[in-house]
Structure formats: C-alpha cells, structure tokens
C-alpha cells in the first residue's frame, strides 16, 4: 500500500487581472445572488490560461487549472517549468499561504516552507528568536526547539551574528537561517522555493545533502522548485513538469528534464545569417549532417556525424582561430575542438571563404541533448562572431547501447574488457 501523505485533488487558482480585490460591485453582487441561489460562482467559468506572453481577452486568468497529483511519504517530488508556469503559486497553495479558487489539499504532518527570503521571519527580532517563532509556528514545544538549536546555528553558519536582528541580515544569512530552521525542526512535509539560488555554493552543496539525508533516513517529504537542473537531477526521483498553469507531464525526474528542456528549445539543425555585420571575420552558414549526409540535428548513438561551417574572412587575419564547444543540457562544457586540433597550418586565415568541416566520430557522447557554441577569434584579444543557442544535436539511443542509460559521466569511450573463466 502507498504511503501517501500529501494529495491535490482538482486544483485550480484564479486571479483577476489589473484590480485589487473581486472587482466591481456589479460582479460582488452576480456572485452574491448565484450563492444564494446555490448555484456555481459564474466567474469560474470564465478566463484565460496562463500564458504571459500573450494578450488575453479576459480580465481573469487561471494562474493554475486542474491539478492532480500524490506523494508519497520520504519522496523528493521535483516541480519544475519556465517563470510564470504556476510552480510558486502551487508551492502557496500547499503550503496553505493562498487558498485555491477549487479543489483541496489533503495532507498528513506539518508543513515547512521556503517560498521567499525572509518568509516567516521577523526583521526586528534576532536570529535565535526567529528559531523559537518559527518552531511555535510549526507546532514546537520551547523543549523541542531548545533541544535542536546548537545543530540550526551550526548548520546556518551564522553565529557571530545569532543575537543580532534579522533586518541586518544579508538575504544569503537569512536563508541560511530559514532553512536550517525548517530541516531541523522535522516538519513532515518540506516545501523549498528557488530561495536556495540566493545561497553560495558551499551552502547549496550543504542544503541538498541534508535534504538527500531527511528523505533518505528520515522518512520526511521535500517538495523542490529550482531551474537548477543539476540539483533538481541530483536531488530528485520523481518530477512535475507545469506549463502554462497546467501538468503537462508527471514521470521520473530524468524524463521530467528532458520534456522541460524541449519546451525552453528553439534550437535547430541549420542556421543561415540574415543581416549584415561590420565583422572581419564572420559565419554565413552552419548545420549539422549525419552519416548520410542529411541535415538534421537528431544523431543516432552509433553513427558518425558532421558540423559544418562557412567561414567569411574579409581580410587576412593572423593568429585566428575556430572553436566549436559541446554543452549539456546541465550547462557544462563537455569538450571542445578547435581549428588547433588540424594537422594543417592555420596560422593566417586568409581573404576568402572556406568551408569547415568538423567530424564527430559514433560513440563517444552520451545520449541526451546538447547545444553547440560556436565562436572565431584570436585567443584573450579579439572576437569576430560568436554563435550561441542556434544549433543543437540530440544523441538518440535507438537500442545499440541500451545498457549505457544509467551510465554516469560525458562519454562513451571504447574500453577493452577480458572475460576470463578460472575454473
């Protein structure tokens, strides 16, 4: 039987455009006469959904509609989508801060929530009495909160200053505080915003090892917002992907990441230039083409595939070269060539133009997605043109290396195994 310990049934959130407040009397007073009647608020039945980049028809949007998920208890549930997809409002609503327009949460256990820096902090009282209203907030006894406030000044890292009001905090200081806080305190359920972002990298690194550590040996719930794709991966084993207010996916975090990452992608296979530029030195055309010679970006894993670059050079340039750089989808450079790697001489690229062809040999990237930069230059001094977040390749495993989908790491390197039986 499943552990479930929190649950969102039919959830939706509305909110009226331009106006503090319902609106005018005319529509108080169409609400007033539908409840009496016993009938639905007709204000519900209309709106539109929530897409910021578009001018809507109606002065109400659905910042959320029709929302249904569980999680189980010890989960770390990953929610996940582009700013203004409905992840904060979400966090709001379980976390009881905003109520929802429909629908419930039902959930088991405290609830601990980061949604903001400073959320539930009082800027006039001190960081060790911040503990104690935080703690009674959650439910703590003075006995309980007491028993735990050596480990929450450690773990925060801001001693020096724990009997100093938090208004003199920087927003680093107070989250740190925030969140030692509300992992020490045991809530059931912890609910975490994108407020770990404001922290360094040392306290990052440290937050998510103690959430890891409160799910893993401590049965606790987390549920985590971060367009930090690295921690989101590291941390969680389950995803919900929200588009425009809506789920568009639940599944496991890998898969969560990936239909993430083909939302936020334009990238193509080709790109031509289409103005002019003052540049000496600069790209026309660039695409990539697979092992037959078709232009496309969708790689299988076991074949060879090809970058290929027009280079414009209106005067002769010495010392110049060019690079082409691999990025996951993660942000990290996974290698890069360049024209030092040729065996010709390219000291001087000369007037003219030249094509350049990179060869990739099958292979050597894992599956997955990554996006090419491009760049011509004279290393440290000058740079000419540089091409970012136009072409992408996505290395597909069509089942030549099934085996390889838990394999750690950037490549695939062709190792020689012996397997020898001794008796």
């Not at 405290?110 to 911040?130: H, M, Q, W, Y």
């Not at 062809?357 to 004279?378: D, E």
């Not at 440290?380 to 977040?389: G, H, M, N, S």
């Not at 099934?402 to 190792?415: A, H, I, Q, S, T």
Request: charged residues 25%; neutral net charge.
């Amino acid at each position: 039987m499943k552990d479930i310990i929190l649950k969102a049934e039919n959830i939706s959130k509305q909110y009226r455009l331009g106006q503090i407040g319902t609106g005018t009397l005319s529509h108080d007073l169409n609400r007033w006469w539908h409840q009496v009647r016993g009938k639905e608020n007709p204000y519900l039945k209309i709106g539109d959904t929530n897409d910021r980049s578009t001018k809507g028809t109606s002065d109400y949007v659905w910042a959320l509609q029709d929302i249904n998920f569980e999680v189980e208890r010890g989960e770390v549930l990953g929610i996940i989508g582009k700013n203004g997809a409905g992840k904060s409002t979400l966090l709001k609503i379980l976390s009881k801060v905003t109520a929802p327009t429909t629908g419930s949460i039902k959930s088991r256990g405290r609830i601990a929530s980061l949604l903001e820096v400073g959320t539930g902090f009082n800027p006039e009282l001190t960081g060790k009495e911040n503990i104690y209203l935080n703690g009674a907030i959650l439910g703590m006894t003075k006995k309980e909160i007491a028993s735990k406030i050596d480990e929450i000044i450690d773990f925060s890292g801001c001693e020096r200053y724990i009997d100093t009001p938090v208004k003199r905090y920087s927003s680093g200081m107070t989250v740190r505080l925030a969140f030692a806080v509300a992992a020490f305190l045991e809530p059931e359920i912890l609910v975490i915003d994108e407020v770990l972002a404001v922290g360094d990298a040392e306290f990052q690194k440290k937050a998510i090892g103690k959430m890891q550590d409160i799910s893993r040996t401590g049965g606790r719930t987390v549920l985590f917002v971060s367009h930090n794709m690295a921690a989101v991966r590291s941390l969680c084993t389950r995803g919900i992907l929200l588009e425009n207010g809506k789920i568009k996916d639940i599944n496991d975090i890998n898969s969560i990441i990936s239909n993430y990452l083909l939302l936020n992608s334009d990238l193509s296979a080709e790109w031509k230039r289409d103005m002019k530029t003052e540049s000496d030195l600069f790209f026309d055309r660039i695409y990539v083409s697979n092992s037959d010679l078709q232009i496309t970006n969708q790689i299988a894993s076991g074949e060879d595939f090809t970058i290929n670059i027009f280079l414009n050079a209106i005067n002769s340039i010495s010392h110049s070269t060019v690079s082409v750089k691999f990025v996951n989808t993660e942000g990290i450079t996974v290698f890069t060539t360049s024209l030092h790697d040729c065996e010709n001489d390219f000291e001087v690229i000369k007037k003219g133009k030249y094509k350049l062809i990179v060869n990739i040999s099958k292979n050597i990237l894992l599956s997955g997605s990554y996006s090419l930069v491009i760049a011509c230059f004279i290393s440290r001094i000058k740079l000419f043109d540089i091409l970012e977040d136009k072409i992408s390749i996505k290395i597909e495993d069509l089942g030549i290396r099934k085996r390889d989908l838990d394999r750690e790491g950037f490549f695939v390197p062709n190792y020689k195994w012996n397997f020898l039986k001794l008796d």
